[in-house]
Nanobody, 124 residues
């Protein structure tokens, strides 16, 4: 069972930047594809970005493409989401997720492991 802990959320003005981190433990980090999802109040959880086991392949939702960058450090069991040019509509709880199948992250909005979430609030 994988344990995931997010950090780095906070309050930022529109146009600003934040970097989220996701620390993983419980099973070999390099065995999991990883992803970021978010859920805004009153809305369903949505896919944000995903990265494969090696870090060589990345996928993004159209709404964040060109502004967010997903990366991972397999030596330190950590995944990141660099968020630039933030907009008020990016306000949400951000969750990291892990799964052995990349398609479950990118297409199914589901995963075998989830973090507890970190709040990101972007003021206008």
């Amino acid at each position: 069972q994988v344990q995931l802990v997010e950090s780095g959320g906070g309050l930022v003005q529109a146009g600003g930047s934040l970097r989220l981190s996701c620390a993983a433990s419980g099973r070999p980090f390099s065995s999991d594809n990883m992803g970021w999802f978010r859920q805004a109040p009153g809305k369903e959880r949505e896919f944000v970005a995903a990265i494969d086991r090696s870090g060589g392949l990345t996928y993004y939702a159209n709404s964040v493409k060109g502004r967010f960058t997903i990366s991972r450090d397999n030596a330190n069991n950590t995944m990141y989401l660099q968020m630039n040019s933030l907009k008020p509509e990016d306000t949400a709880v951000y969750y990291c997720a892990a799964d052995g199948r990349l398609g479950r992250l990118t297409l199914g909005a589901t995963a075998s492991g989830w973090g507890q979430g970190t709040q990101v609030t972007v003021s206008s």
